[in-house]
């Protein structure tokens, strides 16, 4: 069974970081491309980062470049997301998802195996 479980999540000051993790079970992470995304309040939900398998290549989107950085730690099956500079927009729902195929290609369109999330709250 495929399963991802976000963890991390919380409630931060604005300039302030935070670490999301999504550690995969059921399935070995290393070979597929994964995910960020969040969805903030009536909002609809987008694809922010996204990192390939065996070269773990990042892709960002513009609201979070520079900020944001995703990472994998293919021993422990995890996937993170260092959030830097936290601003009260990033309020939001952060899920990861993957395909279980090996690239990001078009990612931002949505993936098929999701997690259940973690509520990011920036705010003072």
């Known amino acids: 069974q495929v399963k991802l479980e976000e963890s991390g999540g919380g409630l931060v000051l604005p300039g302030g970081s935070l670490s999301l993790s999504c550690a995969a079970s059921?399935?070995?992470?290393?070979?597929?491309?994964v995910g960020w995304f969040r969805q903030a309040p009536g909002k609809e939900r987008e694809g922010i980062s996204c990192?390939?398998?065996?070269?773990?290549?990042?892709y960002y989107q513009p609201s979070v470049k520079g900020r944001f950085t995703i990472s994998r730690d293919n021993a422990q099956n995890t996937v993170y997301l260092q959030m830097d500079s936290l601003k009260p927009e990033d309020t939001a729902v952060y899920y990861c998802?993957?395909?279980?195929?090996?690239?990001?290609?078009?990612?931002?369109?949505?993936?098929?195996?999701w997690g259940k999330g973690t509520l990011v709250t920036v705010s003072s």
């Open positions: 998802a993957t395909d279980r195929l090996p690239l990001c290609l078009n990612y931002t369109r949505g993936m098929n195996h």
């Open positions: 059921g399935f070995a992470l290393r070979y597929y491309a």
């Open positions: 990192i390939d398998s065996f070269d773990g290549q990042p």
